[in-house]
């Protein structure tokens, strides 16, 4: 009996050990090449789009820190021009919960996109996670405000 108890902890160590190694390698496909885009336009003009809100992350070497870049474009729609920007932070160092969220970020809208009809309409929400390198790129219009990309520019806006 035990020897058995003390099998299950040694067991129960390993699996926490094995959780703990790889929440360290999320998202090392990224780098300072082949970067990830986060791209939002809600849809404050209607058919002319409206503010946007994008979040870039890389590294600056192959197994560095991850880094994020964010910019927030606000849309005047009176003068229908481009939207001019507002807000921006430079090389904001994301840790594991943040890469978590950029983890959910992808995933929600993949669930989003597949889980709709597709009904043709002129205005509406506009997300978009892609690659530069072109390798996965998910975009959904219509689409909805998604909670897990706003949670993350929430907590990299505080930093």
Request: glycine share 6%.
């Amino acid at each position: 009996m035990k020897n058995k108890f003390i099998i299950l902890i040694g067991i129960s160590f390993l699996l926490n050990g094995c959780k703990i190694q790889s929440k360290s390698n999320l998202l090392l496909y990224i780098n300072r090449v082949n970067q990830l885009e986060i791209l939002t336009v809600d849809d404050k003009c209607g058919e002319w789009g409206g503010n946007e809100k994008i979040l870039t992350i890389y590294r600056d070497n192959l197994k560095g820190q991850l880094l994020a870049d964010y910019i927030e474009k606000t849309k005047n729609c009176k003068n229908g021009k481009d939207p001019e920007i507002t807000d921006s932070i430079k090389r904001i160092k994301l840790n594991n919960e943040e890469s978590e969220l950029i983890l959910e970020s992808i995933n929600e809208l993949c669930e989003k996109k597949l889980s709709k009809e597709d009904i043709p309409i002129h205005s509406g929400i506009y997300n978009r996670i892609m690659l530069r390198d072109s390798t996965l790129m998910i975009s959904d219009f219509p689409s909805v405000e998604l909670k897990s990309i706003t949670d993350l520019i929430t907590k990299l806006k505080k930093k």
